[in-house]
């Protein structure tokens, strides 16, 4: 298992970080306790979690993957030191938790202690912002017309920033995070962040976490390249495009127990014909290469210059092995002359 630095901290996490949003519907506590087993024999030292997991979220579910992976903890103390733990505070929207709230510096304070307590350990290594309080171009919101930044109140919204950082650079203090990071943020959110980090003395964001895959590129280079040259570690979340890479909705098929078949997913906005036709291209460069589709996707994604860590999930330890195994892969220059090829023809699958 390869390690790279988490940002300017001085954490070394391994180049695979194990997704649990599936524990508490998909997944149980004896599944997660399994896959936890797998990928530490594997050498993963690296977990993200949420206080909104497991998804789809829901207000009889919401918490449970936090208190999953505190059971575990619990269980085996002798790994937390050894082990880099994420979690995260869920933005508004959800009217069930903190009746539906922005992030704001007490509202992260409650998130914070509760996900503590759930997790039953005295500290989280990073706790990342999931969503920011503004409307992004995410979720399907980066196409043409879809997003309206002059909707946005800007002076607002850096006032929210401030709050926010006095609250995280409180819980630093007081040991409870070690560090923080941001998730689904732009280069605008980004930089200003790092902006009042400076001026108000506050640890800068060490990590973000994107959705990025061979179907949603949006964030390279522009993004990226903006988290290398600060040090920002950028770590792809869904690589696999909630499954599609893998080919097993092609065609409209719903296979039992898939992601797709719960109410709420469904495929969202990633159910296009582009996204299938892409992915029928990319079987056939991983089939030509002897490997599978998911292992192509996952394998092409952690050679992306500036990814540190790439968050895969699964629903079996089957699964769980062969993600892994796209880890130890290398592609060779012919097979990524071939995806740079379909990248041309379907620059955004979805």
Not at 190 to 216: D, W
Not at 291 to 316: D, F, H, M, R, Y
Request: negative net charge; aromatic residues 10%; glycine residues 8%.
């Amino acid at each position: 298992m390869k390690f790279n630095r988490l940002g300017q901290s001085q954490l070394n996490v391994s180049e695979v970080c194990l997704g649990t949003m599936t524990w508490g519907i998909q997944n149980t506590q004896a599944d997660a306790d399994e896959q936890l087993a797998v990928a530490i024999e594997a050498g993963v030292n690296f977990i993200d979690t949420a206080e909104m997991y497991p998804t789809p979220p829901n207000e009889a579910t919401y918490g449970d993957t936090e208190r999953i992976l505190g059971h575990w903890l619990n269980r085996h103390a002798h790994y937390r030191e050894q082990l880099v733990v994420m979690s995260k505070v869920a933005g508004s929207g959800l009217n069930y938790i903190r009746e539906g709230s922005q992030i704001s510096g007490t509202t992260l304070t409650q998130a914070l202690d509760a996900s503590l307590q759930r997790l039953q350990t005295d500290y989280i290594d990073v706790y990342q912002l999931h969503w920011p309080n503004r409307s992004t171009p995410h979720f399907g919101r980066h196409w043409p017309a879809k997003y309206q930044p002059q909707q946005t109140d800007t002076a607002a919204e850096i006032a929210g920033m401030r709050d926010i950082l006095n609250a995280l650079k409180s819980a630093i203090t007081a040991g409870k995070i070690r560090h923080w990071g941001l998730s689904d943020e732009t280069p605008w959110g980004i930089a200003t962040y790092l902006k009042l980090c400076e001026e108000m003395g506050v640890e800068r964001p060490v990590s973000i976490q994107n959705e990025f895959s061979l179907l949603h590129t949006k964030d390279w280079p522009y993004l990226i390249e903006q988290c290398m040259f600060e040090q920002v570690a950028y770590l792809p979340w869904s690589p696999l495009a909630t499954g599609i890479l893998t080919g097993k909705y092609i065609d409209g098929k719903r296979p039992s127990g898939s992601r797709w078949t719960y109410i709420q997913r469904q495929g969202l906005f990633r159910d296009r014909p582009a996204a299938h036709e892409a992915t029928k291209r990319y079987q056939q460069v991983a089939r030509h290469a002897g490997i599978t589709s998911a292992e192509l996707a996952l394998a092409w994604c952690k050679q992306v210059p500036g990814v540190s860590s790439t968050i895969i999930g699964a629903t079996n330890t089957q699964q769980l092995l062969q993600n892994l195994n796209a880890f130890n892969l290398q592609l060779d220059s012919a097979t990524l002359k071939q995806i740079d090829a379909i990248l041309h023809d379907y620059p955004a699958g979805f």
